[in-house]
């Protein structure tokens, strides 16, 4: 079955950077585009970013757009988000997220269980 | 202010059939297919329905999805207890070059 573990989150001071990874399983991983989705506390979903199957295209919401980073390495089936310039309001659960189709516009079928990331000094 | 709008709360007994409404515009459901969540409390979310009316494996067929236009929703028929969560639509948009997410709908089992 298809597993998506996070890892990488934590407690970190405004200004600074974290990297989240994904280790994806249970699928052909270069087969599909990837997600983060966001959760902050009491919040609803707030989709982060997409990148396609071969990385060639990246989207990202305005919201961090210029601060993070997404990437994956397919040799590893491996999802990251480099975070940079953290603010209080990045302050959230992060998901991983499997899109079903091989474009960036299907939609997510599948998702990690989720890292916590708390930005505050 | 989400893109997408979903009334931010929706209630019924059990065994009623219920529906939630989620209202886009031409750049996100009127020009792509739409996606719906569940998400438990506590949880991490899970797919519903996808690319419309799709259901994964697994999802009892009491949830169905349709679109019309700029708008999407999801229907639950026979309401059990176990069906009160938050729900969750969300679509590509066209203008925006992203994922848009509704501002999700708390749903209450009577």
């Known amino acids: 079955q298809v597993q998506l573990v996070e890892s990488g989150g934590g407690v970190v001071q405004p200004g600074k950077s974290l990297r989240l990874s994904c280790a994806a399983s249970g699928f052909t991983f270069t087969n599909h585009p990837m997600h983060w989705v966001r959760q902050a506390p009491g919040k609803g979903l707030e989709w982060v970013a997409v990148i396609s199957l071969d990385e060639k295209n990246k989207f990202y919401s305005d919201s961090v757009k210029g601060r993070f980073t997404i990437s994956r390495d397919n040799s590893k089936k491996t999802l990251f988000l480099q975070m940079s310039s953290l603010r209080a309001e990045d302050t959230a659960v992060y998901y991983c997220?499997?899109?079903?189709?091989?474009?960036?516009?299907?939609?997510?079928?599948?998702w990690g269980q989720g890292t916590l990331v708390t930005v505050s000094s | 202010q989400s893109v997408l709008t979903q009334p931010p709360s929706a209630s019924g007994p059990p065994g009623q059939r219920l529906t939630i409404s989620c209202s886009g515009s031409?750049?996100?459901?009127?020009?792509?297919?739409v996606n719906w969540y569940q998400q438990l409390p506590g949880t991490a979310p899970k797919t519903l329905i996808y690319r419309n009316n799709q259901r994964p494996s697994g999802v009892p067929d009491r949830f169905s999805g349709s679109k019309s236009a700029s708008s999407a929703s999801l229907a639950i028929s026979g309401l059990q207890s176990d069906d009160e969560a938050d729900y969750y639509c969300?679509?590509?948009?066209?203008?925006?070059?992203?994922?848009?997410f509704g501002g999700g709908t708390k749903l209450t089992v009577l």
């Open positions: 969300a679509s590509w948009d066209d203008s925006l070059n992203g994922w848009v």
């Open positions: 997220a499997k899109d079903y189709s091989v474009s960036w516009y299907g939609g997510v079928d599948e």
């Open positions: 031409n750049s996100n459901i009127g020009s792509n297919t």
